[in-house]
């Protein structure tokens, strides 16, 4: 079992920027990926990050260029830039881990989420 835990959600306006991070405990397994989805109103849950322990990036058309995912200085931490910040980024940031299984496909895990609140 893998926890995870986020951090740095809030209220910002339109244009401004927050810096999201999300640490997981130790697992003796390999960690595949981690990266964020975003749960926005009445919307189903998408990928927005993520980046692969090989240090692969993705991002979402949506979030390109203004959202940057790096990791820390410890390997158990990401962190999500973000940038000139809108409206529809709105929602609630979920920072997962995909970790390898000794049998089966890979896990992946899911923090409680933090809220990304923008106001015009």
């Known amino acids: 079992q893998v926890q995870l835990e986020e951090s740095g959600g809030g209220l910002v306006q339109a244009g401004g920027s927050l810096t999201l991070s999300c640490t997981r405990s130790?697992?003796?397994?390999?960690?595949?990926?981690m990266g964020w989805y975003l749960q926005a109103p009445g919307k189903q849950r998408e990928l927005v990050a993520s980046?692969?322990?090989?240090?692969?990036?993705y991002y979402s058309e949506s979030v390109k260029g203004r959202f940057t995912i790096s990791r820390g200085s410890a390997i158990t931490t990401i962190f999500l830039q973000m940038n000139n910040l809108r409206r529809a980024d709105e929602g609630v940031y979920f920072c997962?881990?995909?970790?390898?299984?000794?049998?089966?496909?890979?896990?992946?895990?899911w923090g409680q989420g933090t809220q990304v609140t923008v106001s015009s």
């Open positions: 997962f881990a995909t970790v390898d299984a000794i049998w089966g496909p890979p896990n992946t895990y």
């Open positions: 130790q697992t003796r397994y390999a960690v595949v990926s």
């Open positions: 980046i692969s322990n090989d240090d692969v990036v």
